[in-house]
């Protein structure tokens, strides 16, 4: 594609070696290393490049593909008649490319039979994690964030499994969206709104490695999975009483909610969904009324 413009580079301002090197690859690779500059927060270095559109790929991690949200970008370039947003990626291998915060965008581009995308290349392949967590190109829901985050998860373990859960709290965030992710990736339909203000007070970062977090996750997810069956079986006796409002399992869970009088001292994960199980199991659906769920309803809302 001719001469690169990073070839000439003055020695006062001349970029790292790794960094020259991973230009030289993208030429390698069948692309065009456009520009190579220090960003103007942290000074870190990164190259601005065309990259052939097949060798970029999403992280394995991410939420799934909205055909709508990508079908609806297509549109909007094609009004356009320009691509004027560049995704941002990492080189992980000869000829491969991962995006963390375009997928959406590489394919609207992909459907337009375009060859090439325009990135922002970034050196440090372990800043694709933390790009990831503040992907903002379109809004996640609960579901998707959470199978985000336990994706990532596995992904850090297998990479990076020695280091703690709770150093990574800027990756995932959250630590019940770790919890929710096993229980969305087990019952797609998991009712994780519902519990999610539980689990919200009671969830923390672990201190152990990801590996054995891991294992600890999976019990936790598993007294979480216990209490909803209890929760399914309430809310089936309730709708046999001809009551079906859609906020009849948060307001059972908001009546049988063991942190509802817990102020300062807080009970543990595990002694939280034991007592929530406990409360659920003798809930008697007999005494509930209409007129007080949508009367909880409309408060919620408020």
Request: aromatic share 8%; hydrophobic share 40%.
């Amino acid at each position: 594609m001719g001469q690169a413009a990073w070839a000439t580079f003055p020695a006062e301002t001349k970029p790292p070696a790794g960094v020259l090197d991973l230009a030289g690859q993208v030429e390698t690779d069948g692309g065009s290393a456009l520009a190579l500059y220090q960003e103007p927060v942290g000074k870190g270095w990164q190259i601005f490049a065309l990259l052939p559109l097949e060798q970029v790929e999403p992280t394995p991690y991410q939420r799934d593909l909205s055909k709508t949200h990508a079908d609806r970008l297509r549109e909007i370039i094609k009004k356009l008649d320009r691509f004027v947003d560049p995704v941002v990626a990492v080189r992980v291998g000869a000829k491969k490319y991962w995006t963390p915060n375009g997928n959406h965008r590489r394919a609207a581009l992909e459907k337009l039979k375009a060859k090439f995308i325009p990135v922002i290349l970034i050196p440090e392949v372990e800043v694709a994690f933390q790009i990831l967590a503040l992907n903002t190109e379109k809004a996640h829901n609960l579901k998707e964030k959470s199978l985000e985050v336990i994706r990532m998860y596995r992904g850090l373990m297998e990479a990076e499994g020695g280091k703690s859960e709770e150093s990574f709290a800027f990756q995932f965030e959250q630590p019940h969206f770790i919890t929710l992710g096993l229980l969305y990736e087990k019952h797609p339909r998991f009712a994780g709104g519902a519990f999610a203000p539980i689990l919200k007070r009671v969830d923390k970062f672990l201190k152990d490695s990801l590996v054995k977090s891991y294992r600890q996750r999976q019990e936790r997810a598993d007294l979480v999975d216990a209490a909803s069956e209890v929760l399914d079986e309430v809310v089936a006796k309730i709708k046999k009483r001809g009551i079906n409002h859609p906020y009849v399992k948060n307001f059972v869970l908001a009546r049988c909610n063991p942190l509802t009088r817990a102020r300062k001292t807080v009970p543990t994960f595990e002694q939280t969904f034991t007592k929530l199980t406990d409360a659920l199991q003798k809930f008697d659906p007999g005494k509930l009324r209409m007129e007080d769920i949508a009367r909880a309803a409309v408060m919620a809302g408020e």
